[in-house]
């Protein structure tokens, strides 16, 4: 036996003689019986150690009580003792459940604990009612018109003139009209994580792409719609309060707001 469960042990027996002593001693004046507080206290100790025992020990509790209090009282066994030990121990017992209400308090539900479920839970759609998305922003792009090359030969004349020497072709810079690609950090500088889910089996994230929210779970992999078109991210777990995600093949570390 730990010392935890003997000092249990001693508070539950010192809570029980003392319901039981009060119990006896308040019924032993009603009935205007004598006797004496210490004899009541006693024999109370005894009935409260005996049926603490297992199995048999609540029938010796009985036996012994009543003897205890034919000796303390010099009363009848019937009805008076009988009648005081029966009432005593109910009123012990009807005590002891008050002070086990007492000790775990209200079990109802409370409607705090509703609130704070329904903020953990992550928005997974923008289609809700009542929730505002950031404007999309629609990419124009206009076709780039090639450069054609008029023939000089006109009709009439005797010879064909001699072609131009090729000229070497040189990159042309990207202009703000042309699609540029770019790299899975650039991308992902428009992410931000919207909530986070730790405490079912799979953590459960939701990432907000610039454009639209997202929910993956961990292994998940979503086509994510991004200001600069659509990218594949996989969503690999957390660690140290950090989203780890695979865009577009590239390993990127994405921190929680």
Aim: glycine content about 10%; aromatic content about 6%.
């Amino acid at each position: 036996m730990t010392t935890e469960q003997g000092l249990g042990l001693a508070i539950e027996f010192s809570i029980r003689t003392l319901f039981l002593a009060l119990a006896i001693w308040g019924l032993i004046k009603i009935q205007g019986l004598e006797g004496k507080f210490l004899g009541l206290l006693g024999s109370a100790a005894l009935g409260s150690g005996l049926d603490m025992v297992p199995v048999v020990g609540h029938y010796l509790a009985v036996i012994a009580l009543w003897l205890c209090l034919m000796k303390a009282t010099n009363g009848d066994l019937f009805p008076d003792i009988a009648l005081t030990v029966a009432v005593g121990y109910g009123l012990e017992f009807c005590l002891n459940l008050f002070v086990l209400g007492v000790l775990l308090g209200d079990l109802r539900p409370s409607h705090r604990d509703a609130d704070h479920a329904k903020a953990a839970t992550p928005a997974s759609s923008d289609n809700k009612p009542g929730t505002k998305q950031p404007p999309k922003v629609v990419s124009a792009q206009s076709k780039v018109s090639e450069p054609t090359q008029q023939s000089s030969s006109q009709p009439g004349t005797k010879s064909d003139p001699v072609p131009p020497a090729p000229t070497p072709q040189t990159p042309v810079p990207p202009t703000s009209n042309q699609p540029v690609i770019k790299s899975a950090l650039e991308v992902v500088r428009n992410f931000s994580v919207r909530g986070i889910i730790e405490g079912a089996d799979q953590p459960i994230v939701a990432i907000y792409s610039g454009l639209k929210t997202y929910t993956l779970v961990t292994g998940e992999t979503c086509s994510f719609q991004t200001r600069d078109g659509r990218i594949m991210v996989r969503f690999d777990g957390l660690q140290a309060h950090q989203v780890l995600l695979t865009v577009a093949g590239e390993p990127v570390v994405l921190a929680c707001d």
